[in-house]
């Protein structure tokens, strides 16, 4: 368990490109071996998938899942789906919804989801089912890309650095975890390109700052 610094690609924005939970660490194809392996050791994780997501390597953007369950992109392909299926053994469904940054758009835990506004409660129903929490519908700092504004475990929550009062109350209530305005990679706010978490650790862009670690490790109990 602990908090750790890695890249992606080059590029310190490695929740672009990846989603985790606490059993399952998913990859791009073509992932190097060695930097899977790292990734996975740090997460504490037993699965590793690699895919795509509608024929793109921005799995972070393309999908959210929790322990329960997992939402992709409309644009997800039926094999994506079937592997993502068999391998996870998690209820995989995609998104109904012309709104394809499911990832942007949705987070969740083990105990409740949080739904972008811009869906207007069309996708709540298919949120629960296939998460298995109660889902709530909310902005974070008046943006509607909430799944961008907040990353979620069972052991807490970082958030927009501007959110008010009024919305963090709402993802505690929900979430059922504490919450903490942070940033990462230096200052930047929008806190799901830059975060990788699961239950056990959490990895971060490199040009995150001492500050930022304290923070974050505050935020996740790591």
Do not use: W
């Amino acid at each position: 368990m602990g908090i750790y610094k890695y890249d992606i690609y080059k590029s310190p924005n490695l929740g672009l490109f990846s989603r985790a939970n606490n059993t399952t660490l998913i990859l791009p194809f073509g992932f190097a071996e060695t930097k899977m392996t790292k990734l996975r050791n740090y997460l504490e994780v037993e699965n590793v998938i690699f895919t795509s997501i509608g024929g793109t390597r921005l799995l972070g953007a393309m999908a959210v899942m929790n322990n329960k369950g997992m939402l992709l992109s409309s644009f997800s392909s039926d094999e994506e789906i079937e592997v993502m299926r068999r391998l996870t053994r998690l209820n995989v469904e995609r998104l109904s919804s012309r709104f394809t940054a499911v990832g942007n758009l949705v987070l969740a835990n083990d105990q409740g989801a949080l739904v972008s506004p811009i869906f207007k409660g069309e996708v709540d129903r298919q949120v629960q089912d296939v998460l298995g929490v109660p889902a709530i519908s909310c902005t974070v700092a008046g943006y509607y890309q909430i799944g961008s504004m907040v990353v979620a475990t069972d052991t807490g929550a970082a958030v927009h650095p501007k959110a008010s009062e009024e919305e963090l109350a709402i993802i505690t209530k929900t979430l059922k975890v504490e919450t903490e305005p942070v940033t990462v990679n230096g200052g930047m706010p929008f806190l799901s390109s830059g975060l990788l978490a699961n239950s056990k650790s959490v990895i971060v862009g490199s040009l995150t700052s001492g500050p930022e670690l304290i923070m974050i490790s505050r935020a996740f109990k790591v």
